[in-house]
């Protein structure tokens, strides 16, 4: 009698308003050994529940009563006697096994191994690589870098560190604590990554099933659901082996929610009764939302479908004539639980932003708000759509008083509105939309979906559809987070993984009607039970207990079900191949960014010098391997476009360098370069002449296989030659890149004087030069390397090139950067903020003895004596007073031309005549040995003696003092350090 009881009390309680029918059922049972469904005054729905739940039994193609004696006690609110005389302890162990269904738990796990290879098959070379575990994706290596380097300094996840705390806090505790059982450390946390989404998956397939029964309450229905969650593509490979990001632990936590808010609405029993069932569903569904909004940054989105689940039942219960209070009572505990949950952490902790933390608090006062503006029209008698009308006022009202009073909820409203408005505005694909133009509207959902995305699409219309005419609680629930889900992943496919877990339970409800449909199986129960019998075709009318159970179908029946399963679900599995291989790191990627660690260790390069500059989808891959410094792609992400677009390839390198960028990956994209990108240059041609496209000298080739080439950034030597003016010529010389030979080649043309520079990245011999040999040190030193020095300690800088940034020294080699300075037909023009460095002249200060002269001409417009102050034409002091000079120069005093030589403490200072009259001008000043003369234009024009020592330097300017500063306006047409400098 119990099972026939239970069932009519919950029937009772679900349905206040079947009972008058069922005392009539009660007489006309009473009255006929048999009855049809024309006899008794029950809507076609309710008498489908009273089938299903075996209270009615079919008789051929009549039915009777299965208990008339447990439907009266039931109507008449009797105890029954059991309850009386005995403890509902429950069913021992031995009781619970043997009740299990072995072809049921059979084909439970059978499909939850499916769960386990289509996660771990396709990806397992990829992750596990001689003693490496590799993990997918990008992010999965912020959360190995942080998990790590909790480890390494023995933080607690009680004490984030700042730059955590407001992260996704809940999952990384989780794993953490996984990675802590394993014994801690890096191999700890490498497995916990690489396995924690395949175990949360199988617990996902099982909760699954968990829903499936307790929505639909078909056997068959729960296992298709289970079969299709196992390989929808999207929420397939973003939980598979190795790709350790959040997503699996959002997975889970969306599964938990929904199964034990389902618990909760589908308990039947008097809400003051507190039953092991309920108390489940409570501690499920409040540790999952409490948990959810530390989990992911965006945590609250992810609750937000309880906020509409609420609101459209309290609508529901209206309608039916229900206390909204009774009704929702367990539901708004739970979320109270989940509000001091979520906020324990965050005042303890100080786990994720106030915003986060007080998600579930907000959600909990909201919910109370409408059920008691439910509970408030059902006293009063409002209708229905006045109470919808009542509650969105109300919720208008808390979300002005929360956006006023709370700048957190403010702040976050705000981002979250910003976060949704640039969908799909970013490189990042979770960003478009399920129904993207960009990868078609038809073809997204199919691609990320499967087919099944249709029967889920169907299945849910049908149950929407149903619920919006009855009072079904539980399915409400779960047309309502599907749909909420549903319109998320419309605007962002980020949330496509969430909605396929939903979605796999509709699509197996489909499945199974699909299956149906082809006389392969009974309609599954649902459908049953909105059946009329009139217009059900007689193959669909079975409604006993088995036609909903597990029965293996004969020969034919299992032919059709494994087609349908195929035709519907083959593309999934094929989508989930190609998603895994898109998510695992590629071969090329992986060797390379070994390649690049071994080369930083063999040049002793460590962070943040060895930073690698990548697409940002493999940046942190790149950087975990070289510098274990992953927390961040952001540079990446907002520059490497940029980067691979532009051809201006020295300001790339200046900016690069001081982002303290070490190398530089590029690979073979898809899309149209220009010739002259870097993306060209560097991937095309090595960064080689090409085409006429000028090669680059600041990017060395040090790697390169069929997917990815690096180059290290270097100053790059200045390769100097000689030639026919105006002839074009080519140097060259061979490198080896992934163990390949391949050769770097510039185009270079003489200057009006003979001479050619050139930077070039790699060392070795040069063809198209005199034997000219590039050293290791020179590529690392920028200097200058070219012909030897046909005078050592002697140097003329004739300033006749016409083009280029370099002043050639045609005697000693000692070449100059040219900064600012412009050509003339007679030399070179400074504005008074301009340098020519001379860098590694400590050949020419080394001897006491010096001789230096500039051949010059002043500016007729500028005022030497008011207006440029003591400007500097040539020298190697530091600033100072000319008193206290630290080396040797020549200048000029209100237009009189000065020299000066000293040590910093003492010197010798000389003023000749003025210089200022816009006329070519030679200035030398001499020592020998204690003797010092200015000479202008040949002629002595100042003597002293000076004993002392001249401070000796490295840098040699022209133009102004080594600084840059006090600068000369006017002309420099030659500079002689030799003492052959000329006046013409």
Do not use: C
């Not at 497995?191 to 929505?215: D, E, H, K, S, T």
């Not at 460590?606 to 989808?617: E, I, L, T």
């Not at 200072?909 to 030398?924: F, N, S, Y």
């Amino acid at each position: 009698m119990s099972d026939v009881r239970d069932a009519t009390d919950e029937i009772l309680a679900d349905r206040p308003s079947i009972e008058d029918g069922l005392q009539e059922l009660l007489d006309i049972d009473a009255n006929a050994e048999t009855w049809t469904f024309d006899d008794v005054p029950v809507d076609s729905g309710a008498f489908g529940e009273l089938v299903s739940n075996g209270i009615v039994e079919a008789d051929g193609d009549e039915y009777r009563l299965a208990d008339r004696a447990a439907v009266q006690a039931a109507l008449d609110g009797d105890t029954p006697v059991e309850e009386e005389t005995t403890t509902d302890t429950g069913p021992s162990v031995d009781d619970r096994l043997r009740a299990v269904d072995p072809g049921l738990a059979a084909s439970l796990v059978a499909l939850l191994g499916l769960v386990v290879v289509m996660r771990t098959a396709f990806s397992w070379p990829a992750v596990f690589r001689g003693n490496d575990v590799v993990l997918s994706g990008n992010d999965a290596y912020f959360y190995r870098y942080w998990l790590e380097e909790l480890f390494r300094t023995g933080t607690s996840v009680t004490s984030l560190p700042p730059a955590l705390q407001d992260h996704d806090v809940a999952m990384i505790a989780a794993t953490h604590t996984m990675a802590s059982l394993l014994g801690g450390g890096q191999d700890a946390v490498s497995l916990v990554l690489a396995w924690y989404p395949v175990v949360a998956a199988v617990v996902v397939g099982g909760l699954v099933y968990v829903v499936a029964m307790v929505a639909f309450d078909d056997q068959r229905v729960a296992l298709a659901s289970v079969a299709f969650y196992a390989i929808t593509p999207i929420v397939a490979y973003r939980s598979a082996l190795g790709f350790g990001d959040h997503h699996a632990f959002d997975y889970l936590l969306v599964a938990l929610a929904i199964t034990g808010l389902l618990v909760l609405v589908d308990e039947r029993a008097d809400w003051r009764t507190v039953t092991r069932r309920r108390l489940l569903g409570l501690a499920v569904f409040a540790v999952a939302v409490g948990t959810q909004v530390h989990a992911w940054r965006g945590g609250p989105l992810l609750i937000l479908p309880v906020a509409a689940y609420v609101f459209l039942r309290v609508g529901s219960d209206v309608r039916a004539g229900e206390s909204p209070l009774e009704a929702n009572a367990w539901t708004l505990a739970a979320l109270a639980v989940s509000a001091v949950l979520a906020l324990l952490p965050h005042v303890a902790f100080d786990w994720s932003g106030a915003y986060r933390a007080f998600a579930p608090a907000l959600l909990f006062a909201g919910s109370l708000v409408v059920v008691g503006i439910g509970e408030l029209a059902v006293r009063r008698g409002i209708r229905a759509r006045t109470v919808l009308g009542l509650e969105v006022v109300g919720s208008l009202v808390a979300g002005v008083v929360a956006w006023v009073a709370m700048p957190g909820v403010r702040s976050a409203a705000q981002r979250g509105i910003g976060y949704f408005t640039r969908t799909g505005q970013t490189s990042i694909t979770e960003t478009y939309s399920l129904l993207s133009p960009e990868y078609g509207v038809i073809t997204t959902p199919i691609f990320y979906l499967g087919f099944a995305f249709f029967l889920a699409v169907a299945a849910l219309v049908w149950a929407a559809w149903r619920v919006n005419r009855e009072h079904r609680p539980t399915w409400l629930a779960l047309t309502v987070y599907t749909g909420g889900f549903f319109l998320a992943a419309l605007v962002q496919l980020r949330f496509a993984g969430h909605l396929a877990i939903l979605f796999a339970v509709f699509a197996g409800l489909g499945f199974v009607y699909l299956v149906a449909a082809v006389d392969a199986t009974a309609l599954p129960r649902p459908f049953v039970d909105a059946g009329d019998s009139e217009t059900v075709p007689p193959r669909f009318r079975e409604t006993d207990a088995e036609s909903s159970g597990l029965s293996f179908p004969d020969r034919e029946s299992t032919f059709a079900v494994v087609a349908l399963f195929l035709l519907v679900g083959s593309l999934g599995v094929f989508q989930t191949v190609g998603g895994t291989n898109d998510l695992t790191i590629e071969g090329a990627t992986y060797d390379a960014a070994n390649a690049i660690d071994d080369h930083a260790a063999a040049a002793n390069v460590s962070w943040p010098d060895n930073y690698v500059f990548s697409d940002w989808d493999r940046n942190r891959v790149y950087n975990y391997y070289v510098n274990n410094q992953s927390r961040s792609y952001a540079y990446a992400q907002d520059h490497y476009n940029e980067f691979v677009t532009s051809s201006n390839a020295s300001a790339w390198y200046d900016q690069l360098t001081a982002n303290l960028t070490g190398y530089v990956v590029v690979e073979d994209l898809d899309e149209n370069f220009s010739q002259t990108s870097l993306q060209s240059r560097l991937w095309q041609n090595w960064g080689s002449y090409s085409d006429g496209v000028e090669g680059l000298g600041h990017y060395r080739a040090v790697y390169a296989n069929d997917g990815r080439k690096v180059f290290d950034l270097v100053q790059g030597a200045m390769l100097v030659g000689q030639g026919e003016p105006g002839e074009t010529q080519t140097v060259s010389t061979a490198f080896n890149a992934g163990g390949d030979s391949h050769t770097y080649e510039r185009q270079v043309t003489p200057t009006a004087n003979g001479w050619y520079a050139v930077r070039v990245p790699h060392n070795g011999t040069y063809e198209g030069t005199a034997g000219t040999s590039v050293s290791d040190e020179a590529i690392e030193n920028g200097s200058f390397v070219g012909p030897n020095s046909e005078q050592p300690g002697m140097s003329y800088w004739p300033l006749n090139a016409s083009s280029g940034e370099v002043a050639f020294d045609v005697t000693g080699g000692n070449h100059g950067w040219i900064d600012g300075a412009t050509w003339t037909d007679s030399g070179l023009a400074f504005d008074g903020n301009d340098v020519v460095t001379v860098p590694n002249t400590s050949d020419l200060s080394s001897n006491q003895d010096v001789s230096i002269s500039v051949t010059f001409r002043t500016d007729n417009s500028t005022d030497y004596v008011n207006n440029v102050s003591f400007p500097r034409l040539v020298g190697t002091a530091a600033p100072s007073q000319f008193a206290n000079t630290s080396g040797v120069q020549i200048a000029l005093a209100n237009g009189q031309i000065l020299g000066a030589l000293g040590n910093g403490e003492q010197a010798a200072v000389l003023e000749g005549p003025r210089v200022d009259d816009g006329q070519v001008h030679t200035a030398t000043l001499v020592r020998d040995g204690n003797t010092i003369q200015l000479q202008v234009d040949g002629e002595v024009r100042a003597e002293r003696s000076y004993s002392g020592e001249i401070k000796a330097s490295d840098t040699f300017s022209i133009g102004s003092i080594s600084t840059g500063s006090r600068g000369f306006v006017g002309e420099v047409l030659a500079v002689d350090a030799s003492g052959n400098a000329s006046s013409s």
